[in-house]
T-cell receptor
Framework: DAKTTQPTSMDCAEGRAANLPCNHS???????VYWYRQIHSQGPQYIIH???NNETNEMASLIITEDRKSSTLILPHATLRDTAVYYC?????????????FGKGTRLSVIA | DSGVTQTPKHLITATGQRVTLRCSPR?????VYWYQQSLDQGLQFLIH???????AKGNILERFSAQQFPDLHSELNLSSLELGDSALYFC??????????????FGQGTRLTVV
């Protein structure tokens, strides 16, 4: 079973920041937080992951609370192409045998 | 382009038949994962292979089997197909072993329709 809780859906105006929350209150010390997205039946796409420090890459920023029980994915300037289902996943570090377990994710709609 | 290639892209077959889905991982990736996505079930993990060996099993039916070959490509075999097997099947690959686990890269999927 997925170990995360995400809102079912969110809307965001084009050009604004999209902030997608995720609760993972049972996360253990050696589990990372991963974010993936899936654009309309395409293969899921990796976005970012982190352990406890905030992370940023060319796609997004990941903010993890100090107690690690929740996180927020930030798309700084959402575009229509960011409309997708976003999945927050917790997974063991260096866990070659542990697959990604997907929940239902958040359906983000970016509106012009 | 993730670098993971799945063939065929679309497949239509009749109930009771058998099909084989193929996955070519990214160059150098040792791990291959298979997922099934149907409308009412979301993305379900099926099976994981690492360097030719089965490493983990998820919700994979006994009618389904997989293998990973020496060149690291993988095949998912689905037999005695039922209408409920209609779904998108995704393959993902990642580099595991001897280094930090990395993110998984997904192919574009095979859409299987059983009629």
């Amino acid at each position: 079973d997925a170990k995360t809780t995400q809102p079912t859906s969110m809307d965001c105006a084009e050009g604004r920041a999209a902030n997608l929350p995720c609760n993972h209150s049972t996360i253990s010390g050696n589990e990372y937080v991963y974010w993936y997205r899936q654009i309309h039946s395409q293969g899921p796409q990796y976005i970012i992951h982190g352990l406890k420090n905030n992370e940023t890459n060319e796609m997004a920023s990941l903010i993890i609370t100090e107690d690690r029980k929740s996180s927020t994915l930030i798309l700084p300037h959402a575009t229509l192409r960011d409309t997708a289902v976003y999945y927050c996943i917790v997974r063991l570090w260096n866990s070659g045998n542990t697959p990604l377990v997907f929940g239902k994710g958040t359906r983000l709609s970016v509106i012009a | 382009d993730s670098g993971v290639t799945q063939t065929p892209k679309h497949l239509i077959t009749a109930t009771g038949q058998r099909v084989t889905l193929r996955c070519s991982p990214r160059s150098g990736d040792l791990s291959v994962y298979w997922y099934q996505q149907s409308l009412d079930q979301g993305l379900q993990f099926l099976i994981h292979y690492y360097n030719g060996e089965e490493r983990a099993k998820g919700n994979i039916l006994e009618r389904f089997s997989a293998q990973q070959f020496p060149d690291l490509h993988s095949e998912l075999n689905l037999s005695s197909l039922e209408l409920g097997d209609s779904a998108l099947y995704f393959c993902a690959s990642s580099v595991v072993g001897g280094r930090l686990d990395t993110e998984a890269f997904f192919g574009q999927g095979t859409r299987l329709t059983v009629v």
